[in-house]
């Protein structure tokens, strides 16, 4: 008799087969004297279509609405059929006595096997292996510790509930905005709030009234302090006041009233979670939250040098101690051996700051395996987000950084001036990123004061007399929030608990798609679509709490605490709330991109959209569905090769001009004027060589150096 290992991708699939010494390869799967391999694409099963519970429902009606079936039912993905055929075959197979789940181990890796087997009518023993790397040791101790799988009951019920609530507030919202304003409108459970919290910005962004302020310095010779109001804010609106001050301090003679020194010990961050490892990569390098994902899951599943990704936990667990210094041992090479070779001389300092079991739910965070790694295996950006990576797992075992704070505060005639002044005593864990002392965080509440810089004070007492030898002036205007960009919308999603670490990049490029939010340079605005829908949905839908509450009852679920009976009972009762809702609005919505151009087939005005090959005019009429390529819009540079005009286009990094014969690609600044002629024409010659590629790889060539000019002045 044998065992069926269902895995989730055949890449999955392949390394626990070779693992498992299943050498005979099949189309669909890898058989062994006792192990036979097959995986999943994906999800082989998903929920049926409204369609499938009724032909009426093929359609779209607002009458038809909502459409709340008793049960949900399951059917077989048509684009995956073929495989779920082969999986069926082998759960049928008399051979077969048991099945294990290695599918990803998480809430949606559970249920799409969960949901193979019920559609397949899988009746015998199942298992789960539960693993949070992919090294062949990882896969061997996996192995040697199955877990039954009715322990993770809870946990697909968790994930069916959230697939079900989905369905049905999505579907029925998407439809009956759809139907309501004649318009593709797309609505969902945490798309919708997500939505919300960047038009909610936009409107602290418009409404702001800027406001004009200056700063007043003055110089005492060998320091400067700024000067502040009673409740500490440096910010004079009164042009008048500031004369005045300026007037009555210069020449002045004050004391300092106040010299506090304080030691400041700073603990090193604690680990990656999937979250916080996108904010900083967005932060870094301006990787999407998307790209981030799709990077580390090839570290995890290609390379082996990362364990799970989609983890929301920022601690190990106690099981892993003696593996520190195996992963520390395994990336002391290049550039990290001289930071991680002085720590495997001696025992590790493993702290709760590290290590706590109490913080770990079903992952730890996110830490090299113990796989040798060959940096030059890796492409650049996949480079640039190990080294995040393995820079935090080795900070984790240096101390803390510890430098003197010192706060002076001089009296002048009764004003108030203050500096405040760093000195570094030991960088601690920060020698891991160069000693370097700034931080990365961003303070979404900062006032528009600059904080006090690290600055160097000569030694100063209590009592010492001051003379201000001149008074500086700097003018400023107060500024509006800032916009959102990737890294702090994660915060955000995080925050109110919109979606999950797996899910939340999803939504944000599903958001991007529906062209309800567009990226500008690293930004993310709100399209003249976005703006409106969020409008036509109900209010208690665009707020995070409401999909908070839903998300907290889904852990619950998971945990044993809730059922999933009431939860979905709620989410029906929405649904039919949100659809009455739209029936009965009396709001209007006009399309935001119509174009000057008409249907040549039922005259109608085409609407513009974007795609990833450019711009598409598309007939709004359900019944036409006529699409073209939108109009090319040429630029008046002309292509220093053939010399034709070339086309203006956007990217994520800004405009740029691309020849559409050679591939030749030149970026522009923010004004749409060329960058370095002079330097483009030598790139140009530089990429035009025989060896060097040709056609769009070398546009794509050029664009690259030309960002990397622009990023290195």
């Given at each position: 008799m044998k065992v069926?290992?269902?895995?989730?991708?055949?890449?999955?699939?392949?390394?626990?087969?070779?693992?498992?010494?299943?050498?005979?390869?099949?189309?669909?799967?890898?058989?062994?004297?006792?192990?036979?391999?097959?995986?999943?694409?994906?999800?082989?099963?998903?929920?049926?279509?409204?369609?499938?519970?009724?032909?009426?429902?093929?359609?779209?009606?607002?009458?038809d609405l909502p459409i709340l079936p008793e049960k949900a039912k399951l059917k077989v993905l048509r684009e995956t059929s073929q495989q779920y055929k082969a999986v069926q075959q082998l759960m049928k197979r008399q051979d077969i006595e048991e099945l294990i789940v290695a599918t990803d181990a998480a809430r949606e890796g559970e249920l799409l096997a969960r949901w193979i087997m019920n559609m397949a009518g899988w009746k015998k023993p199942f298992k789960r292996l539960w693993i949070s790397s992919q090294t062949d040791k990882a896969i061997k101790e996996g192995f040697a510790a199955l877990r039954p799988g009715k322990d993770f009951d809870r946990l697909y019920e968790s994930a069916r509930c959230r697939a079900e609530a989905d369905w049905m507030i999505g579907?029925?919202?998407?439809?009956?905005?759809t139907c309501k304003f004649g318009a593709?409108?797309?609505?969902?459970?945490?798309?919708?709030?997500?939505?919300?919290?960047?038009?909610?910005?936009?409107?602290?962004?418009?409404?702001?009234?800027?406001?004009?302020?200056?700063?007043?310095?003055?110089?005492?010779?060998?320091?400067?302090?700024?000067?502040?109001?009673?409740?500490?804010?440096?910010?004079?609106?009164?042009?008048?006041?500031?004369?005045?001050?300026?007037?009555?301090?210069?020449?002045?003679?004050?004391?300092?009233?106040?010299?506090?020194?304080?030691?400041?010990?700073?603990p090193h961050p604690l680990a990656y979670d999937l979250t916080e490892l996108q904010r900083d990569a967005n932060r870094k390098f301006g990787f999407s939250a998307k790209q981030t994902s799709s990077l580390l899951q090839k570290l995890y599943e290609q390379h082996?040098?990362?364990?799970?990704?989609?983890?929301?936990?920022?601690?190990?667990?106690?099981?892993?101690?003696?593996?520190?210094?195996?992963?520390?041992?395994?990336?002391?090479?290049?550039?990290?051996?001289?930071?991680?070779?002085?720590?495997?001389?001696?025992?590790?300092?493993?702290?709760?700051?590290?290590?706590?079991?109490?913080?770990?739910?079903?992952?730890?965070?996110?830490?090299?395996?113990?796989?040798?790694?060959?940096?030059?295996?890796?492409s650049a950006e996949e480079r640039k987000l190990y080294d995040l990576i393995v820079r935090r797992f080795i900070s984790l075992f240096y101390p803390p950084a510890r430098y003197d704070a010192v706060a002076v505060t001089v009296n002048v005639d009764g004003e108030t001036f203050q500096v405040k002044g760093t000195t570094v005593k030991d960088a601690g864990w920060r020698e891991v990123y160069g000693g370097d002392m700034s931080s990365d965080e961003e303070d979404e509440n900062a006032g528009d004061e600059p904080a006090a810089g690290s600055v160097k004070l000569p030694e100063l007492r209590e009592g010492d007399s001051v003379k201000i030898e001149r008074c500086i002036i700097k003018p400023g205007r107060t500024q509006p929030p800032k916009r959102y960009n990737e890294a702090s919308l994660l915060t955000q999603m995080e925050k109110y608990g919109l979606g999950t670490p797996a899910t939340r990049a999803d939504i944000i490029e599903k958001?991007?798609?529906?062209?309800?939010?567009?990226?500008?340079?690293?930004?993310?605005?709100?399209?003249?679509?976005?703006?409106?829908?969020?409008?036509?949905?109900?209010?208690?839908?665009?707020?995070?709490?409401?999909?908070?509450?839903?998300?907290?009852?889904?852990?619950?679920?998971?945990?044993?605490?809730?059922?999933?009976?009431?939860?979905?009972?709620?989410?029906?009762?929405?649904?039919?709330?949100?659809?009455?809702?739209?029936?009965?609005?009396?709001?209007?919505?006009?399309?935001?991109?119509?174009s000057n151009s008409h249907c040549p087939e039922c005259g109608t005005r085409m609407l513009e959209k974007k795609s990833k090959r450019g711009?598409?005019?598309?007939?709004?009429?359900?019944?036409?569905?006529?699409?073209?390529?939108?109009?090319?819009?040429?630029?008046?540079?002309?292509?220093?090769?053939?010399?034709?005009?070339?086309?203006?286009?956007?990217?994520?990094?800004?405009?740029?001009?691309?020849?559409?014969?050679?591939?030749?690609?030149?970026?522009?600044?923010?004004?749409?004027?060329?960058?370095?002629?002079?330097?483009?024409?030598?790139?140009?010659?530089?990429?035009?060589?025989?060896?060097?590629?040709?056609?769009?790889?070398?546009?794509?060539?050029?664009?690259?150096?030309?960002?990397?000019?622009?990023?290195?002045k």
């Amino acid at each position: 008799m044998k065992v069926l290992v269902l895995a989730e991708k055949p890449s999955v699939a392949r390394e626990i087969a070779r693992v498992l010494g299943c050498g005979n390869k099949q189309k669909s799967y890898m058989e062994g004297p006792k192990y036979v391999v097959t995986w999943a694409l994906g999800h082989l099963v998903g929920l049926a279509e409204p369609e499938d519970y009724n032909n009426k429902y093929a359609t779209w009606a607002l009458e038809d609405l909502p459409i709340l079936p008793e049960k949900a039912k399951l059917k077989v993905l048509r684009e995956t059929s073929q495989q779920y055929k082969a999986v069926q075959q082998l759960m049928k197979r008399q051979d077969i006595e048991e099945l294990i789940v290695a599918t990803d181990a998480a809430r949606e890796g559970e249920l799409l096997a969960r949901w193979i087997m019920n559609m397949a009518g899988w009746k015998k023993p199942f298992k789960r292996l539960w693993i949070s790397s992919q090294t062949d040791k990882a896969i061997k101790e996996g192995f040697a510790a199955l877990r039954p799988g009715k322990d993770f009951d809870r946990l697909y019920e968790s994930a069916r509930c959230r697939a079900e609530a989905d369905w049905m507030i999505g579907l029925n919202i998407t439809r009956a905005l759809t139907c309501k304003f004649g318009a593709p409108l797309s609505a969902g459970r945490v798309q919708t709030p997500t939505l919300g919290m960047i038009m909610d910005r936009e409107n602290e962004i418009t409404g702001f009234r800027s406001q004009e302020y200056d700063q007043l310095t003055a110089d005492f010779g060998n320091f400067q302090a700024g000067w502040r109001a009673q409740g500490g804010d440096g910010r004079i609106f009164d042009r008048d006041k500031t004369g005045i001050l300026k007037e009555k301090l210069t020449g002045r003679s004050g004391r300092i009233t106040k010299v506090h020194k304080s030691e400041k010990s700073e603990p090193h961050p604690l680990a990656y979670d999937l979250t916080e490892l996108q904010r900083d990569a967005n932060r870094k390098f301006g990787f999407s939250a998307k790209q981030t994902s799709s990077l580390l899951q090839k570290l995890y599943e290609q390379h082996k040098l990362v364990t799970y990704p989609r983890t929301d936990s920022r601690y190990l667990t106690a099981d892993m101690t003696g593996t520190l210094k195996e992963r520390l041992d395994s990336v002391a090479v290049g550039p990290y051996a001289a930071l991680a070779r002085p720590l495997l001389r001696k025992p590790l300092p493993v702290t709760k700051r590290i290590v706590d079991d109490s913080k770990v739910s079903d992952h730890h965070a996110i830490i090299p395996t113990e796989q040798t790694v060959l940096l030059n295996l890796l492409s650049a950006e996949e480079r640039k987000l190990y080294d995040l990576i393995v820079r935090r797992f080795i900070s984790l075992f240096y101390p803390p950084a510890r430098y003197d704070a010192v706060a002076v505060t001089v009296n002048v005639d009764g004003e108030t001036f203050q500096v405040k002044g760093t000195t570094v005593k030991d960088a601690g864990w920060r020698e891991v990123y160069g000693g370097d002392m700034s931080s990365d965080e961003e303070d979404e509440n900062a006032g528009d004061e600059p904080a006090a810089g690290s600055v160097k004070l000569p030694e100063l007492r209590e009592g010492d007399s001051v003379k201000i030898e001149r008074c500086i002036i700097k003018p400023g205007r107060t500024q509006p929030p800032k916009r959102y960009n990737e890294a702090s919308l994660l915060t955000q999603m995080e925050k109110y608990g919109l979606g999950t670490p797996a899910t939340r990049a999803d939504i944000i490029e599903k958001l991007v798609s529906s062209d309800t939010i567009e990226r500008q340079g690293n930004l993310l605005h709100p399209t003249g679509k976005g703006k409106q829908l969020i409008g036509l949905v109900s209010g208690q839908l665009r707020t995070p709490e409401l999909t908070a509450r839903w998300e907290s009852e889904l852990e619950k679920i998971a945990r044993g605490q809730g059922r999933p009976e009431p939860f979905l009972q709620g989410i029906r009762s929405m649904a039919q709330e949100l659809v009455s809702g739209v029936k009965n609005s009396a709001a209007e919505y006009k399309p935001h991109n119509v174009s000057n151009s008409h249907c040549p087939e039922c005259g109608t005005r085409m609407l513009e959209k974007k795609s990833k090959r450019g711009k598409l005019l598309v007939c709004p009429k359900e019944d036409c569905g006529y699409t073209r390529a939108g109009e090319k819009q040429l630029s008046n540079r002309r292509c220093p090769q053939c010399h034709k005009k070339m086309e203006l286009k956007e990217g994520k990094a800004g405009m740029y001009v691309q020849c559409l014969g050679c591939g030749i690609t030149e970026t522009m600044d923010k004004d749409h004027k060329h960058i370095n002629k002079r330097e483009q024409q030598k790139l140009v010659q530089q990429y035009s060589k025989p060896e060097s590629a040709s056609g769009s790889n070398l546009g794509e060539l050029l664009k690259a150096a030309m960002e990397a000019k622009q990023k290195g002045k």
